[in-house]
Nanobody, 129 residues
Framework: EVQLQASGGGLVQTGGSLRLSCVAS????????IGWFRQAPGKEREGVAC????????YYVDSMKGRFTISSDNAEKTVYLQMDNLKPEDTAVYYC??????????????????????WGKGTQVTVSS
């Protein structure tokens, strides 16, 4: 059974950092795409970053580039999202998701979101001003 467990959220001040972790079980990272998404109150869920076993790392929102870094530890079956210089607009519930197609990260928006087959429960990130 595929399971994803996200953790690491919390309350942080503007300019602070958090590292989210997504621990996976029930599948090997080979051939998979694993992504981070977020959903702010009253907004649609959006892709944040994605890592593909074959095609590398992808980032989807310009405002996050240079502040957010996705990485993985295959031995620990964990994907991380390092978030630096956090801003109040980063406040959201963050989710990790996965699919058994290593090209999925190349897509965006609804295709990326709809293409993820497995979702973990979210972790709340709140950035105070």
């Amino acid at each position: 059974e595929v399971q994803l467990q996200a953790s690491g959220g919390g309350l942080v001040q503007t300019g602070g950092s958090l590292r989210l972790s997504c621990v996976a079980s029930g599948f090997s990272f080979d051939g998979y795409s694993i992504g981070w998404f977020r959903q702010a109150p009253g907004k649609e869920r959006e892709g944040v970053a994605c890592i593909s076993s074959s095609y590398g790392k992808f980032y989807y929102v310009d405002s996050m580039k240079g502040r957010f870094t996705i990485s993985s530890d295959n031995a620990e079956k964990t994907v991380y999202l390092q978030m630096d210089n956090l801003k109040p607009e980063d406040t959201a519930v963050y989710y990790c998701a996965a699919t058994s197609w290593d090209r999925m990260c190349m897509y965006r928006g609804g295709v990326l979101d709809g293409g993820m087959n497995f979702w973990g429960k979210g972790t709340q990130v709140t950035v105070s001003s």
